[in-house]
């Protein structure tokens, strides 16, 4: 059986159409390599390898070989010899699934990145240096030793010195992270089958910190916030990969590019291009540049907002790259109610404790919290949370997916944080970096201002702004894209679509979405306001027929004006309206002193005496009997 697929220009075995096999990047890779785009060559253990090891814990018998003949056939195609302690082939070993799953699986023995960011931290910080870059040659052999004593206080043996089994020892942990928390989480999340399993693709390195004529970045043919058709993304001359996607450097946007590597620039904006027509979808690329020479190293179907995916969808069929019908499919029912993302009241006002770059539109107000499982304990209790971090990593999902909101001070619109938060829909920003994090202290602070855990503040994702406080939010218009869209929604639909709405301004919204009438007006819920609430109390406590008439008498007018505005706003479409039928238990005050002063007390015994929850499964939910009395 074939467990390993070789991609080199002229001597690429997969393709697009094998993501099952070769998961997304895998295909992509090999795909990319037979329309000439400049990848680095390399190979990808299939999806079905991980699946036996998840089982067996050890790998199908001839994948082992495979590999080793994989590995000789690159050490030929590039002229150097693994493991060769004067000029060595260099590989990455990177994950690739099915379906996309941006930073939740590890690379490398399952040791914390964390842990290894502290120490290169704290080397930066002795050497009083921003960039590891600027590291000297002693302070970088003092840092490998540190690695060395972390790994084995940590896994309990030594670092292996030998490449073969430092390459084993890596794909492994590739397979074993599909089972991490942070994946589960994920795949819980997007409703990811656990069974799929994670392709490795093991590739030639290439180095985007070799001086100024090499770089490294992110970049999305079209804007992933907005849907703008422009080159969206971010760089850093003289970097590598994870400096971009980690937010540990701050970076340049994509446009700056030109300034510093201009003929690379060009590159990729053609490339780009090429690929975009060629999957008919906005891709999302990452790329290095070494030494002047662009190489791509992913393209996938890019991430993005709500409002971005319908612009996008639109633009594409408008453009011919899509037909309409497909512009419907592309945008996930589930996800137009993003587009109504709520904006921060143009007329408040106030002044932003913070101002960084918005990642992921909307805006939210919540409780501080600065750790993923502060908000994970935190959120359950009622009040929002927003999380704020210095930068987020993989390890915070399940803490993003409880935030409202998600504020990190370091970081880009490339950055793990901006593109989780809007592949979720949840408001962000990132790179807000006078403001400093002190998780120790419990509290944040900007322009000499403190804000403690626990305590308000609002995002705008539009903006950019961390405000103070609760600040006041409206809805946002939804655009004429979204109409157009809306349009060609109808022209395919085969299932008519009513609303359930219970006073004129709910029937009108909905109306304006396209509702083609009301399946159901609760008669009942005309009545909640302070003033009707109490003329229906009025009407249940009546202590005769002509203290009911009363009561009635004043709802009469509220109800009759209610319906001639819902009638309005159907313009002739049915309505269904369901007769009152007020429950009890929301109409009458359920604290005892506030029945008796809504006159309660006048009540048959057998109404106001509590129910028996235990019986209450004899009957309906309200614990009336089956027979109805």
């Known amino acids: ?100 799953m941006p930073g939740m699986m590890d690379t490398i023995l399952e040791v914390g990145h964390d842990s290894f960011e502290r120490i290169l931290g704290r080397a930066r910080k002795d050497a009083g240096v921003e ?23 940590e896994s309990e043996v030594p670092f292996p010195t030998r490449p073969e089994d430092q390459l084993w020892g890596a794909i492994e942990a590739v397979f074993h992270s599909w089972r991490n928390p942070r994946a589960q989480a994920y795949r819980n999340t997007y409703r990811i089958p656990h069974d799929l399993g994670t392709a490795v693709n093991v590739q030639t390195m290439v180095y985007g910190n070799g001086g100024s004529d090499s770089g490294t970045g992110v970049a999305f043919t079209r804007n992933a916030a907005t849907g703008e058709p422009k080159l969206f993304g971010e760089f850093l001359i003289n970097a590598q990969g994870e400096d971009v996607v980690a937010g540990i450097r701050d970076p340049l946007s994509i446009d700056q590019m030109e300034e510093y590597l201009p003929e690379a620039y060009g590159q990729l904006l053609e490339t780009a291009a090429r690929l975009e027509r060629h999957y008919r979808e906005m891709q999302d690329l990452e790329f290095t540049v070494e030494k002047g020479t662009l190489y791509l190293l992913q393209t996938r179907s890019g991430k993005r907002t709500a409002r971005a995916a319908v612009r996008i969808a639109v633009d594409m069929a408008n453009e011919g790259l899509i037909t309409r019908e497909q512009a419907v499919l592309r945008v996930e029912p ?86 989780v938060a809007r592949g979720m829909g949840t408001c962000c920003v990132v790179g807000t970096r006078e403001l400093e994090i002190d998780e120790d202290a419990g509290e944040i602070r900007a322009r000499g201002k403190t804000v403690r855990r626990g305590e308000w503040i609002t995002v705008d994702g539009a903006s950019g702004e961390v405000i103070e406080g609760c600040i006041p939010t409206v809805k946002p218009e939804p655009g004429e894209d979204f109409h157009t869209l809306m349009g060609w929604v109808d022209e395919f639909r085969r299932l008519r679509v009513r609303t359930n709405a219970d006073n004129p301004a709910d029937a009108a919204t909905a109306r304006g979405f396209g509702a083609q009438g009301i399946g159901l007006c609760r008669t009942e819920h005309m009545f909640f306001g302070d003033e009707r609430i109490d003329a229906v109390r009025e009407m249940i406590l009546a202590a005769d027929a002509e203290g009911r008439a009363t009561a009635l008498g004043r709802l009469l007018p509220m109800q009759r004006t209610d319906f001639a505005g819902i009638f309005r706003a159907m313009d002739g479409l049915p309505v269904t309206i369901r007769l009152l039928d007020p429950p009890l238990h929301e109409f009458l005050p359920s604290d005892p002193q506030e029945t008796e002063r809504a006159g309660a007390s006048r009540l048959p015994s057998r109404v106001l005496a509590p129910r028996d929850h235990g019986d209450a499964g004899q009957g309906d939910p309200g614990g009336r009997p089956r027979d109805g009395r």
């Not at 960039?131 to 972390?150: I, Q, T």
């Not at 009622?382 to 998600?406: H, K, Q, W, Y």
């Open 131 to 153: 960039s590891d870059n600027e590291l000297g040659a002693g302070e970088l052999r003092d840092v490998v030793s540190r690695y060395k004593e972390l790994i084995r206080s």
């Open 334 to 419: 589930e996800r137009l109610e993003q587009v109504l993302h709520p904006m921060v009241d143009p007329a408040a006002e106030f002044t932003p404790l913070a101002v960084g770059n918005p990642a992921s539109p909307g805006a939210a107000s919540g409780r501080v919290v600065l750790t993923a499982s502060e908000a994970v304990a935190e959120a359950p209790k009622g009040d929002p949370v927003i999380l704020v971090r210095t930068e987020t990593s993989p390890d915070d999902f399940e803490g993003m997916v409880a935030a409202v909101a998600i504020v990190t001070s370091r970081g880009g619109k490339s950055s793990h944080a901006a593109v």
């Open 1 to 100: 059986m074939k467990y390993v697929y070789f991609f080199a220009r002229g001597q690429t075995d997969g393709g697009r159409d094998m993501k099952d096999l070769l998961g997304g990047k895998g295909a992509n890779l090999a795909e990319m390599t037979r329309l000439g785009v400049p990848v680095p060559p390399g190979f990808t253990i299939t999806t079905a390898v991980c699946r036996h090891h998840l089982i067996a814990d050890h790998v199908p018998e001839g994948a082992r070989e495979q590999v080793d003949e994989s590995l000789h056939r690159l050490e030929r195609l590039m002229g150097k010899r693994f493991g060769d302690p004067e000029d060595p082939l260099l590989i990455s070993v990177r994950s690739g699934a099915r379906v996309s």
